[in-house]
Antibody, heavy 116, light 112 residues
Framework: EVQLVESGGGLVQSGGSLGLSCGAF????????MSWVRQAPGKGPEWVAN????????YYVDSVKGRFTISRDNAKNSLYLQMNSLRAEDTAVYYC???????????WGQGTVVTV | DIVMTQSPLFLPVTLGQPASISCRSS???????????LHWFQQRPGQSPRRLIY???NRDSGVPDRFSGSGSGTEFTLEISRVEAEDIGVYYC?????????FGQGTKLDIK
């Protein structure tokens, strides 16, 4: 079964750090670009960052540049998001998603909640 | 950044009746490669978003054929030919033509 499972969310003080993980199951993880997308309470989704198949290209939304780092380990079928200098406005459900190209996110995890 | 504007924001519909959601982008979504990367997502209450339609009009596997997408340039539409109870939720358009990928504010579909 195709599945994405996020973990690592929680409650953190402003200025603190948190690391999120996303495990991929049931498909060829190294075939896909991967993205983190977040959704603040009562708001629409917001793309946060994405990474290419081998991890050599990374892109971020301006509001997290210099604070968040996306990475992946294809041997472990895992995606990561290291979040530093967290702010209240980073409070959201964070989803990982596969990106077959051009933002067409076709698989989403169940999300993990981050509260700052 | 490209701004995506949806209308209406709230859409009460009678079961069995059609529904239509409009999405407008602040600039053309036609990529230099000729493709238009406009996608539609559905988010049912308490669930993660789910892709319904990609590249304007391509319906995903398992999506009922009562859902259809159309449009070009900066104007796009998601149509539901006959609304069913399972269609309740929020619908988002999203552009993937330029980074940052941006979503519309969402249209909440509810049953009258």
């Amino acid at each position: 079964e195709v599945q994405l499972v996020e973990s690592g969310g929680g409650l953190v003080q402003s200025g603190g750090s948190l690391g999120l993980s996303c495990g991929a199951f049931g498909f060829r993880f190294n075939y896909y670009w991967m993205s983190w997308v977040r959704q603040a309470p009562g708001k629409g989704p917001e793309w946060v960052a994405n990474i290419n198949r081998d991890g050599s290209e990374k892109y971020y939304v301006d509001s997290v540049k210099g604070r968040f780092t996306i990475s992946r380990d294809n041997a472990k079928n895992s995606l990561y998001l290291q979040m530093n200098s967290l702010r209240a406005e980073d409070t959201a459900v964070y989803y990982c998603a596969t990106d077959p190209g051009w933002g067409a996110y076709d698989r989403w995890g169940q999300g993990t909640v981050v509260t700052v | 950044d490209i701004v995506m504007t949806q209308s209406p924001l709230f859409l009460p519909v009678t079961l069995g009746q059609p529904a239509s959601i409009s999405c407008r982008s602040s600039q053309s979504l036609v990529h230099t490669n000729g493709n238009t990367y406009l996608h539609w997502f559905q988010q049912r209450p308490g669930q993660s978003p789910r892709r319904l339609i990609y590249k304007v009009s391509n319906r995903d596997s398992g999506v009922p054929d009562r859902f259809s997408g159309s449009g070009s340039g900066t104007e796009f539409t998601l149509e539901i030919s006959r609304v069913e109870a399972e269609d309740i939720g929020v619908y988002y358009c999203m552009q993937g033509t330029l980074r940052p990928h941006t979503f519309g504010q969402g249209t909440k579909l509810d049953i009258k």
